[in-house]
């Protein structure tokens, strides 16, 4: 079992820079792939970034490639999201995901998530 708080959300100009924090708690975080989903009302969770438990593999939407980096620290046991770069259509509630393997862009193969926090970027 895993659980899950997001931080770090909040209001930024587009072109600027932003970086989300995901807490866990429970003893599976080091064994477990990390990802970040972001949703936007009216449409699907979508797949934004992945990261294996080592570290070693990450995973990016073509629309974020270039722009966001996931990382994490199993010390820590905490996954980040820095989004660099950031645009209106960035605009939306992010969730930090914790699963066994960081290649399913599919929300409905992630089994825990966090609460959600909410990223706005102004033009």
């Known amino acids: 079992q895993v659980q899950l708080v997001e931080s770090g959300g909040g209001l930024v100009q587009a072109g600027g820079s932003l970086t989300l924090s995901c807490a866990a708690s429970g003893r599976t975080f080091s064994n477990s792939a990390m990802g970040w989903f972001r949703q936007t009302p009216g449409k699907e969770r979508e797949f934004v970034a992945a990261i294996d438990w080592s570290a070693t593999i990450t995973y990016y939407a073509d629309s974020v490639k270039g722009r966001f980096t996931i990382s994490r620290d199993n010390a820590k046991n905490t996954v980040y999201l820095q989004m660099n770069s950031v645009k209106p259509e960035d605009t939306a509630v992010y969730y930090c995901?914790?699963?066994?393997?960081?290649?399913?862009?599919?929300?409905?193969?992630?089994?825990?998530w966090g609460q959600g926090t909410q990223v706005t970027v102004s033009s």
């Open positions: 995901a914790a699963g066994a393997i960081s290649a399913n862009m599919r929300s409905d193969r992630w089994p825990y």
